[in-house]
């Protein structure tokens, strides 16, 4: 199957920092890619869906300046958490949807543990 | 908004006994899928189930969508420790690329 990374895979960092998440489809070109969060013992919460060549598009309630995100090549699209305050600690999942694919099977990145300090 | 609601919300059993979760959903769908997610750890897609399709197997694995009642279940036989881990049900709209997530069963599996 298709296969999904994320860099780094865990990150602390000191409040008022900003951070950079990369999700790279390895094997397969992605239009579209997703990030979720997910708090302990809780379901994925999408936050936006991730365009190559155009704006992401945010889900209700995510602010698009406080998580910039970036989808600059077929390959790669990045989440920035600008200002990262302790709230921000979550697990981070991309996701991304291969082009031609049917019924919106969706391949998962390994995740991307946040601590904010 | 999450839309699939998973019961239990969380499941002991002894190795070799069967596990059964439960998803309900709210809207019209596309498809519904299954997902495992160990902890600390992404998501891995188990199986995909048409919304024209009633049950589908995959080896150990069975999974029913019952479109009139908007619930599927999934059905884990023989189960290992090594099944340990939360599984998610997913459902896709028509024409729509992302997909919402239930609030996942916690499963246990005691050797």
């Known amino acids: 199957g298709a296969v999904v990374s994320q860099h780094p895979s865990w990150v602390i960092c000191k409040s008022g920092t900003s951070v950079k998440i990369e999700c790279r489809s390895l094997?397969?070109?992605?239009?579209?890619m997703f990030w979720y969060r997910q708090f302990p013992k809780q379901s994925l919460m999408l936050m936006a869906t991730?365009?190559?060549?155009?704006?992401?598009?945010?889900e209700q309630g995510v602010e698009k300046d406080k998580f910039l995100i970036n989808h600059a090549s077929l390959t790669l699209s990045t989440l920035t958490v600008t200002s990262a305050h302790p709230e921000d600690s979550s697990f981070y999942i991309c996701?991304?949807?291969?082009?031609?694919?049917?019924?919106?099977?969706?391949?998962f990145g390994p995740g991307t543990r946040l601590t904010v300090l | 908004s999450q839309q699939g609601e998973e019961d239990p919300q969380a499941l002991s059993i002894q190795e070799g006994e069967n596990a059964t979760m439960n998803c309900s959903y709210k809207?019209?769908?596309?498809?519904l899928q299954w997902y495992r997610q160990n902890s600390g750890r992404g998501l891995v897609h188990l199986i995909l189930?048409?919304?024209?399709?009633r049950e589908k197997h995959s080896g150990r694995l069975r999974v029913t969508l019952d479109t009139s009642k908007k619930s599927s279940s999934l059905l884990i036989t023989a189960s290992r420790a090594a099944d340990t881990a939360s599984y998610f049900c997913?459902?896709?709209?028509?024409?729509?690329?992302?997909?919402?997530f239930g609030q996942g069963t916690r499963l246990t599996i005691n050797p």
């Open positions: 996701s991304a949807f291969p082009p031609g694919g049917l019924y919106n099977e969706q391949f």
């Open positions: 094997d397969f070109q992605a239009t579209t």
């Open positions: 991730s365009n190559e060549g155009s704006k992401a598009t945010y």
């Open positions: 809207t019209s769908i596309n498809n």
């Open positions: 189930i048409r919304s024209n399709e």
């Open positions: 997913a459902t896709g709209g028509q024409g729509a690329q992302k997909l919402v």
